[in-house]
């Protein structure tokens, strides 16, 4: 059985509260960020003010500050009529009749905010596009009763409310959608960073990444309002839902529009065999109710069953939508109040324009649309008109751009526009100001989550004009999620590629987020090498060159990150020659990412070198410097370790993961916000070693307390430490495994499996092989477990990771593809299937190779495949067969045990057990009589040091061993 974990460098008084009681379960059902208070029949107001059912404005405070402020801003009612002639609009959060769903937690976790009078005045909730934002807030804020004022805060109305709310006499919450497009609110964020005492206004606000939005506010250079954001709270919301829970919803869905449409006339019924856009669990729940409309609009026409609505493509179904969207658009447009007299292709572009470039009067908008080709020979007074018209389609916060949405299906629009028009697609990236640029990469930006032309397009407007854009790609990327990964690896190749000046270079450092979009870090490092190498000293270049070995490290690239860190190494050792006292802690440094490099490719030989050197120089540093250079130490110690273990000696990596974690314990002391992550790398790292010494009992304790940490800090800042978090939750399984536990093991492997395969969606490369450890290991528990139905589809998916995985980086993940090979054929054994042998064989005959080239790391699992082929040939019925691999295996364990009993004699036993099974079989008991003995003499030993692990397995060869005795003591048949 593999078990893999992970080894690595250490890197109040209540106002009011309110349950969030929201029928249903599991995920929230949303429309799109856009909209007011209401769903579907439910009220909506205008900007801030009362809510539908829940906020009855009192009259008597009328006469107040917020009052005043307030009275004008009274709920409004939707009124459908015709509105299903705009089936977006259905989609919208406040136009979407779908009830909303779940999101329990999170609701909870605003309704503490707003209960406690000391916490921040500002709460941030922030995820991609359509994941349901806008809808949480919203009926979040409808649930809200006495005292509180809530509702939606216009850009026209924040300097009246910041002016007023030191007089407010009722506690105020307002709404703010999309605040990174909002440049009003740093004067009402400076107005309550002035206010003591508990904030008469709280702020809940909406974003697609509050990293990025912080940071504006910060950049802004008003310290009042940067002081009340960084002390805001952030709420990331993720996908919801089971594919079972989306297969009902979609249901529900398309009964919730039909009751709309007629309240009198059931529901169509939905084949529960559908499937299309937003049923995975991880897609935008708004594609599911889009899809949803799409199959009741196909009902409600044809009146009988469904039959074009199974399984579309993204393309046709949003394709679709938007032509029925369009028929009044064009109805709408031969109005006596417009009567246009373009063609509707040319409206069509017009609205794509508008909605791209955004404008803020009327002007400005007659100056975009004067660049559609289709256009230019159109005078004035019709092009005002188009603008007049297209707002009065969509009328949103800026007067002169159209509010076209839901986002997603926007962005669609756009890219399909300009995708089929190459035409318009160069008069849209010509010449544009900065707040444009942002503003169509924004738009792009939603486009590329779903759609390979929204890839094609963005990549294809940055082109045309790289240093000006460059800046604006990264923000619309910052707030797009699922993009991180292919188009961040080409924005960044695109960035590599060009020479830039130092200030270009700085500006665009300047607004990448740290620790995300690491394709573009890795884009703008090749650069920075690139200038430095033409302009630069060579101490510059060699600090260039390890800075991109490190984001290429990060990436999950060692080879890439090789020669730069080799040419850095050489600068260095060059430079530390000539100026040994400056440049020594540079070569240290040099060597040590070296060794990592050496690390992550599975070459712990070769990085034994340099990782010597590097601790020797740290060593003497920190002697003469040590509040300088003990981290130094600490992570030089902490590198040995690791290169000792990958070469199969963890004896040899305990002395110096005990220094490493005395260390980091101190530093973490006296610095806890600099120094606890590397304190809970040094902790992983001890439990690992334990773990590979046979001291699983030992390992525990360190493996919970660094689980602990990390939790800590992935919950303040997860982008940076959700790895760790997983990383050290898929070791506690593993560690509860060890000790014969493996019911307590499936819950941090699983959690861990969640994170994984989150992160693994933006970054395949970095993320994909710990994926797969935390997959393996999953089935490894399921069928200790004795559930081989469960641990096969994990074991398989595993296995499908890591070939493609070995494919591309043999030397590195071949080991892993043994395993996971190994486990396979272990779990078709469990189930009595055919397909065990050759799953068996593969793993064998890689082990027998790698074993061959480093005997000290892999003989233990070349064991192992050699006692797994005996197993299979034994539940063949080929007990002859299954000898040969089963002795081998044993003469191996038998030398390992001799070196390391703790880590190996249970390996021993099991193989002592084996063999005399395979004796017994051939009809030898005699010869099955000393190995049993022995196993049995083992696991009397094991069993009282981990009777959760060790008893039953005694007990049984006890029972086996009493047969054997009976079956020798039987009387010979005489002759005849």
Not at 131 to 159: H, N, Y
Not at 290 to 303: E, I, N, T
Not at 589 to 607: T, W
Request: charged residues 25%; aromatic residues 6%.
């Amino acid at each position: 059985m593999s078990r893999r974990a992970s080894y690595g460098k250490p890197l109040n008084r209540v106002l009011a509260v309110g349950a969030f009681l929201i029928a249903g379960v599991g995920a929230g059902i949303a429309g799109a960020t856009q909209g007011g208070l209401s769903p579907g029949l439910g009220g909506i107001v205008g900007g801030l003010g009362g809510l539908v059912g829940s906020v009855m404005v009192d009259r008597r405070t009328e006469r107040q500050a917020v009052g005043r402020a307030l009275r004008e801003l009274v709920p409004q009612r939707l009124d459908i009529t015709g509105t299903w002639n705009m089936p977006l609009s259905f989609l919208r959060a406040r136009g979407c009749p779908v009830l909303f769903r779940g999101r329990t937690a999170e609701g909870n976790a605003l309704g503490e905010w707003l209960a406690d009078e000391h916490a921040p005045a500002v709460f941030v909730v922030d995820g991609p596009a359509g994941i349901g934002k806008t809808r949480l807030v919203m009926e979040f804020a409808r649930q809200r009763g006495e005292p509180w004022v809530c509702g939606w805060l216009r850009s026209e109305d924040t300097a009246r409310l910041a002016s007023v709310a030191k007089d407010a006499d009722r506690p105020v919450l307002a709404l703010v959608d999309d605040a990174e497009e909002r440049d009003d609110l740093i004067g009402l964020l400076a107005a309550l960073a002035a206010e003591g005492g508990p904030p008469p206004v709280r702020l809940l606000v909406t974003v697609r990444d509050a990293g990025l939005w912080l940071r504006q506010i910060s950049r802004s250079r008003d310290e009042q309002a940067s002081s009340v954001v960084e002390s805001a709270r952030v709420l990331s919301l993720s996908p919801q839902g089971s594919v079972d829970d989306r297969a009902r919803w979609f249901s529900e869905a398309v009964a919730a529009f039909s009751m709309t449409r007629n309240p009198k006339v059931d529901p169509p019924h939905v084949p529960g065999y559908l499937r299309g856009p937003g049923h995975e669990e991880n897609a935008p729940v708004v594609l599911l109710v889009a899809h949803a409309l799409a199959v009741f609009l196909d009902v409600a026409k044809q009146g009988g069953p469904v039959s074009v609505r199974d399984s579309p493509s993204l393309d046709v179904l949003l394709g679709q939508l938007l032509a029925e969207e369009k028929l009044y658009w064009h109805a709408v447009a031969d109005r006596p109040e417009h009567r246009l007299m373009v063609s509707e292709p040319a409206r069509e572009r017009a609205m794509a324009a508008l909605v791209l470039l955004g404008a803020d009067s009327e002007e400005e908008a007659v100056a975009v649309l004067s660049r559609v080709p289709d256009l230019r020979d159109v005078g004035a007074d019709e092009l005002g008109k188009l603008v007049r018209w297209a707002n009065a389609l969509y009328p949103g916060p800026r007067r002169f751009t159209p509010a076209l949405g839901p986002q997603l299906i926007a962005g669609w629009f756009l890219a399909d526009q300009l995708r089929t028009s190459p035409t318009l697609l160069r008069a849209m990236r010509t010449d544009l100001t900065r707040d444009q640029a942002a503003h169509a990469l924004g738009w792009l930006g939603y486009a590329a989550d779903h759609m390979p032309q929204g890839v094609a397009v963005f990549l294809d407007v940055v082109a045309s004009d790289l240093f000006h854009l460059a800046p604006a790609a990264v923000a619309a990327l910052s707030g797009s999620a699922r993009t991180r990964g292919q188009l961040e690896e080409q924005l960044g190749h695109l960035i590599a590629q060009a020479q830039w000046s130092e200030e270009d270079l700085d500006r665009l450092e300047l607004v990448l987020p740290p620790g995300l979009m690491r394709g573009v870090h890795v884009g703008v490092r090749y650069a920075r090498v690139d200038y430095v190498r033409r302009n630069g000293s060579r101490a510059d270049l060699a600090g260039s060159l390890i800075d991109l070995g490190v984001w290429f490290s990060g990436l999950g690239r060692p080879a890439d990150a090789l020669p730069s860190a080799l040419e850095a190494l050489t600068i260095c050792r060059e430079l530390a020659q000539a100026n040994p006292d400056r440049y020594r802690p540079d070569l240290a440094d040099s060597l040590s990412n070296l060794g990592a490099m050496f690390l992550e490719l599975g070459r712990p030989a070769d990085a034994l070198p340099p990782i010597q050197e590097a601790l020797t120089i740290c060593r003497e540093l920190a002697q003469a410097n040590p509040d300088r250079y003990r981290p130094d130490l600490a992570d030089s110690l902490s590198n040995l370790g690791a290169m000792f273990l990958g070469l199969g000696r963890p004896a040899d990596a305990l002395p110096s993961a005990l220094e490493a974690l005395t260390i980091c314990r101190e530093l973490a002391q006296a610095n806890p916000g600099r120094y606890r992550p590397d304190l809970a790398g040094s902790l992983n790292n001890l439990g690992v070693l334990f773990a590979e010494l046979g001291r699983p009992a030992d390992a525990l304790p360190p493996t919970q307390e660094a689980l602990t940490i990390r939790r800590e800090l992935a919950q303040a800042n997860p982008d940076r430490y959700r790895p760790d978090l997983a990383d050290s939750l898929n070791n506690l399984g593993v560690r509860f495994a060890e000790l014969g536990r493996p019911a307590d093991a499936l819950p941090p492997t699983q959690e861990a499996i969640t994170i994984y395969r989150e992160l693994a969606q933006a970054n395949p490369d970095r993320y994909r092989p710990g994926l797969a450890t935390s997959l393996s290991n999953l089935g490894n528990w399921f069928s200790g477990l004795g559930r081989p139905a469960d641990a096969l589809l994990p074991a398989q998916e595993a296995l499908t990771i890591r070939r493609e995985l070995a494919q591309a980086n043999p030397d590195r993940y071949r080991p892993d593809l043994a395993d996971s090979l190994n486990n396979l054929g272990n779990r078709f054994a469990e189930l009595g299937l055919p397909d065990a042998l050759p799953p068996t064989q593969e793993a064998l005959t890689i082990r027998r190779e790698l074993a061959q080239a480093n005997p000290d790391r892999y003989r233990p699992d070349l064991a192992g495949s050699l006692n797994n082929l005996g197993a299979m040939f034994a539940k063949l019925g080929l007990p002859a067969d299954a000898l040969p691999p089963t002795q081998e295996a044993l003469t191996i364990r038998r030398e390992l045990a001799q070196a390391n009993p703790d880590r190996h004699r249970p390996d021993l036993a099991d193989s002592l057990s084996n063999l005399g099974a395979m004796f017994l079989g051939l009809g030898r008991p005699a010869d099955a009589l000393p190995p049993t003995l022995e196993a049995l003499t083992i696991y009397r030993a094991l069993a009282q040091q981990a009777p959760n692990r060790f008893r039953r397995t005694y007990e049984s060869l006890a029972g086996r061993l009493t047969g054997l005795r009976m079956e020798i003591e039987k009387p010979s048949r005489p002759s005849q």
